[in-house]
């Protein structure tokens, strides 16, 4: 039995974003639900503590009780045997967000990824939130060298457009054109998406909206709204 994925947008641990991460720890199985946090995107410039902390202090406030932030910071300790059993453990599993490349590179054929990947077929949350979101689909847009990189690929055909409310909507024409078959997922700050529904449907939460572009179209659902890529 697999388990969810979450998406979402950035401007995460605070206001609205309470909506899909109380669902997210729902479906990992309630508040005694162990939750790990992944603070590797905030590494290159030293907030991983800060950017941790925070995660940890938001999940305790909505009510979860085993909270950790995982030491997961380069890829030696991506190779660690405790990091990846901590891991195979967790019911919920939060990338954070910042550098999108290093999150990707460190994660990309290692033992936690493989970690989290087995969590999630026996059911845990897989859930990350600007990078974090971004490295797992397919594709992933690398704003400092402006290349589509090969992401983890647990979302398959699709590439997230994060922020997409202030700065993530520029990159969809960029992208279009060079992923013309793939979903853009563009996901605003405050928002997040779950694959909770029937087949594989997600659901839309928090305060924004999520835009779709696909065949030349661009879609976009409302909080409460149901979509399937």
Known sequence: MTGCILLEGGAEFGGQMAAPDRRAIELAG?????ISIIPTAAAPDRNHERAGGNGRRWFESLGARNVEVLPLLDRVAAERRDIADALSASRLIYLLGGFTRYLGQTLKDSAAWQAMLDAYREGAVVAGSSAGAMVLC????DPESGQVVEGLGLVPNACVLPHHNTFGRGWAS??????PGTVLLGLDEQTGMIDDGENGQWMVYGGGEVTLYRGGRAEAYRPGERLAL
């Not at 397919?138 to 847009?141: F, G, K, L, S, T």
């Open 174 to 179: 960029r992208l279009t054109t060079r992923l």
């Open 138 to 141: 397919q594709h992933y847009y």
């Open 30 to 34: 309630g508040f005694d639900a162990r």
